[in-house]
C-alpha cells in the first residue's frame, strides 16, 4: 500500500517499487526497500526513485519468552525438597555398605529427577507443551564459542568476589571439600564426573536459566529476575554442614548464577550456560580429585 499522497506508478514505468508485504516492517511514507541494496531504503517521489538512501530500519525484537510465575515458584520448592530428600534418603542407606557409586547415582535420580518431572508437567500445564521451548534448550553450532566465552565471564565473577569474600574476612567452604577422601574407587569418581559435568549442568541450568528466570521475566523487571534468580542459585548450594562457610559460598555462587542468567537472558537459549557450567564444575572436580587445590 502505497503512502498518502504517492500514487503508484503504472506497471508500465520501470523500477517502480512493489508493495510491502504484509507484516513487513512500515517505513515513512514514500520510502522503500532499495531494489539494488536490500539493506537499504531509498525514496521513491512518485515517478522515479531519487538519491536520498537510508540504512534500513531492523525489526523489533519480539519479546523475550515467558512462562507463568507459578511455573518458577513450583520448580524452586521441587527441587528444594528434592535435594534434602536425597540427602535423608543417602544417610538412611549409609548402612548397607553398597559401593559408593551407587550412592552419586541414587543422590542425583533423587536430587534431580522430580524437578524434571515437574518442569515437564509445568511446560504443558503452562507453557508451550515443550520443555525444550519452554527453557531455551535449543543449540547453535555458535555456543561452541560462547560456551567458554560465558565461562570466562563467570570465572571473572568467581575472582573478584573471591576477593571481597577474602578481603572482608566473609567464611568460605567449598561445595567440592571431602570429595577426594573416599579414594580412587573408579566407579565413584566416573559416577561422580557423569553426576557434576552432565546432569547437574543440564538439570540445573533448565531450571534456574530456564524455568526460573523466565517465570521472573513474566512478573518483573529483567534486571530483578536476572539478579533474583542468581541469588537463589546461590542459596540451593547451602549445605548445613559447612554451617558459616555457606556464606561466602552463597555469594560467589550468587555472583556467578546472576552471570550466567544474564548470558541466557542475551542469548535467549541455555546452551551456552550449559557448557560454561559443565566447565565449572569439571574443572572443580578434576582439582577435588586429585587433590591439586590441597598441594
Known amino acids: 500500500m502505497y503512502p498518502s499522497g504517492v500514487q503508484p506508478p503504472p506497471p508500465s514505468v520501470s523500477g517502480a517499487p512493489a508493495a510491502a508485504a504484509p507484516g513487513a516492517v512500515a517505513f515513512p511514507a514514500g520510502w522503500y526497500v532499495d531494489p539494488k541494496l536490500s539493506n537499504l531504503v531509498r525514496y521513491w517521489d512518485g515517478t522515479a526513485w531519487t538519491p536520498w538512501i537510508a540504512e534500513r530500519p531492523k525489526p523489533p525484537a519480539p519479546p523475550h519468552p515467558t512462562i507463568p510465575l507459578w511455573a518458577g515458584v513450583g520448580a524452586l520448592l521441587t527441587i528444594l525438597v528434592s535435594l534434602v530428600a536425597s540427602r535423608y534418603v543417602i544417610d538412611a542407606l549409609s548402612h548397607q555398605r553398597w559401593p559408593i557409586a551407587i550412592y552419586v547415582v541414587i543422590a542425583g535420580v533423587i536430587g534431580y529427577g522430580p524437578v524434571l518431572v515437574f518442569c515437564t508437567w509445568a511446560s504443558h500445564r503452562w507453557g508451550r507443551r515443550s520443555l525444550r521451548a519452554d527453557s531455551g534448550l535449543f543449540a547453535k553450532w555458535a555456543d561452541a564459542g560462547w560456551g567458554p566465552v560465558t565461562w570466562l565471564c563467570c570465572l571473572a565473577t568467581q575472582i573478584v568476589l573471591g576477593i571481597i569474600v577474602v578481603a572482608t574476612g566473609i567464611p568460605f567452604s567449598s561445595n567440592t571439600e571431602g570429595i577426594d577422601a573416599?579414594?580412587?574407587?573408579?566407579?565413584?569418581?566416573?559416577?561422580?564426573?557423569?553426576?557434576?559435568?552432565?546432569?547437574?549442568?543440564?538439570?540445573?541450568?533448565?531450571?534456574?536459566?530456564?524455568?526460573?528466570?523466565?517465570?521472573?521475566?513474566?512478573?518483573?523487571h529483567p534486571v530483578a529476575a536476572i539478579g533474583l534468580q542468581g541469588v537463589?542459585?546461590?542459596?540451593?548450594?547451602?549445605?548445613?554442614?559447612?554451617?558459616?562457610?555457606?556464606?561466602?559460598?552463597?555469594?560467589?555462587?550468587?555472583?556467578?548464577?546472576?552471570?550466567?542468567?544474564?548470558?541466557?537472558?542475551?542469548?535467549?537459549?541455555?546452551?551456552?550456560?550449559?557448557?560454561?557450567?559443565?566447565?565449572?564444575?569439571?574443572?572443580?572436580m578434576t582439582i577435588a580429585l586429585t587433590g591439586w587445590g590441597l598441594a
Not at 183 to 210: N, S, W
Not at 257 to 264: E, F, K, N, R
Open 182 to 220: 573416599v579414594g580412587g574407587e573408579r566407579g565413584y569418581v566416573i559416577a561422580t564426573l557423569v553426576l557434576a559435568v552432565v546432569a547437574a549442568p543440564l538439570v540445573e541450568e533448565i531450571v534456574f536459566r530456564g524455568i526460573v528466570l523466565r517465570s521472573f521475566l513474566a512478573a518483573m
Open 232 to 284: 537463589l542459585f546461590g542459596m540451593a548450594h547451602f549445605d548445613p554442614v559447612r554451617g558459616t562457610g555457606n556464606i561466602g559460598l552463597i555469594v560467589v555462587l550468587g555472583g556467578v548464577g546472576i552471570t550466567m542468567g544474564g548470558a541466557a537472558y542475551l542469548f535467549r537459549r541455555i546452551t551456552p550456560t550449559i557448557i560454561a557450567h559443565a566447565i565449572i564444575n569439571a574443572i572443580a
